[in-house]
Structures are given as C-alpha cells and as structure tokens.
C-alpha cells in the first residue's frame, strides 16, 4: 500500500528534516504515528498523500511512485484514493455542513455526485450524530462536531486509504469513541488501509501497529506494542 525508501524532506533552510530509509504500510494495516510535536508525522502523512514531495527518496502509494507525478495528476489521485482528516478540519466557512461533506465531489470531474451519494453523506452524519446539523456552516459548530464532518468527507468517497491527524484530538471520550468505530468499522468493511498520527495514547490499543517518530531522527523505524505508554512523546 504503502512503501518508502530514502525519504530525506527539509523545510526551506530550517533545522526540521525528516529522514525515512525504509517504511511499509501493507494492504488494510492499521498504524498510528506517534511522537513529539515537530517530529514529521503530519509531513509524511502529506508526503504519502502527495501533498508536499521529499527533496530525495521515492514514496509509493498503491503502486503508484506519488512522489514524481505531475501537479495535477497528484491531485487526481490524492482525490480518488485517499481520505484526509486535517488537524485543522479544513471546512469551508460559506458552505453548510452537508456541502463540506459533499466536497471532494465539488473539486474534481473525476468524482460523479449523484442521489446515491448524497444519501450516504447524510447516512453518515447520522452515525457520528450531526444529522441534525447538515444546514448549519462550520461557524456555528463545536470543535468537536466540525471533527466530525472532516472524518465523513474523509470516508465519504470510500478511499482505499485513509490518513488522519489527530481524529480525536477536539472530542469527548463518548464522541472520541464513536468516531473510532465509524474510522475502524469502514476499515473492516472496506478493507481499508488506516495510518494516524496521534498524540492519544488512550486509542493506541485499536492500532495493529505503532511507529515511534522519534527514532526517523536516529536509526530508521522503531515499532512499539499497541497502548506501549513508553513508546512516544507528547
């Protein structure tokens, strides 16, 4: 699903690199990312989506080397294989909550919106609890009910993969563990592959692997156990 090999990124002329000599996500893994603030985990969520490419490496994604295609076909791709959950949601303030759901569907001809789709937005908010606010804009909603609408458009277009940052990080321990059966429900039905970065220690134990950022700066990839409380930063 996913393989990386010689992965160097750096930020302009800043200290922060990430450098990867070998990772692999198979077909239908779940792995959390975890370690400190600043270690890389969002920028190789971004690299693996093709988001952002590494300065030297390759990093394939289903079979395709995402890291040398064009602009345009990255966004292709990215649009038509992989669920996104940003840390920050990224919902569009003048859209109500059903049209940020709907969104992926908006931003490119490869996907068709039909009455098929629009009943699976609205069967989906009804099962994370927001079906009672698909008219409402972001503005009015709490942290915890806009996570909610980035996690339904993440898995709206039934994406084989799904990249997640911090899927938990605004919610309640009752909403924290709704969406965490909606994400791994649709990973056991789909067979989806699930990578997530997280800073909730709590969630390791639903994560068939954990992978410690910290040692990307050192020796290569550590794995801890899933729930390890040792193995990552907060």
């Known amino acids: 699903m996913v393989r990386i090999e010689g992965l160097r990124f750096r930020y ?87 049209d940020n759901i709907l969104l992926p569907y908006r931003l490119h001809s490869a996907l068709s919106l039909d009455s098929e789709v629009r009943e699976r937005a609205r069967s989906l908010a009804e099962r994370v609890g927001i079906a009672d606010k698909l008219d409402r804009h972001p503005r009015r909603l709490s942290q915890g009910e806009r996570q909610r609408v980035a996690v339904c458009r993440a898995v709206l277009t039934d994406p084989p993969l799904l990249l997640t940052d911090e899927p938990t990080g605004n919610l309640d321990p009752v909403n924290r563990e709704r969406v965490l059966d909606i994400l791994f429900d649709y990973v056991r039905e789909s067979r989806t592959t699930l990578v997530s970065v997280t800073h909730d220690h709590e969630i390791l134990s639903r994560f068939g692997r954990v992978v410690d950022f910290r040692d990307f700066h050192s020796t290569g990839v550590a794995e801890v156990s899933p729930g390890d409380e040792e193995g990552g930063g907060a």
């Open 12 to 98: 302009g002329e800043g200290d922060f690199h990430l450098d990867i000599p070998e990772l692999q996500v198979e077909d239908g893994d779940t792995t959390a990312f975890i370690g400190p603030s600043g270690s890389g985990k969002t920028t190789l969520l971004n690299l693996i989506a093709g988001i952002i490419r590494p300065e030297t490496g390759r990093v394939e994604t289903r079979g395709v080397e995402v890291s040398s295609l064009p602009d345009a076909d990255r966004r292709r791709f990215r649009i038509t294989t992989v669920g996104l959950v940003f840390q920050e949601f990224e919902l569009l303030e003048y859209l109500s909550v059903l």
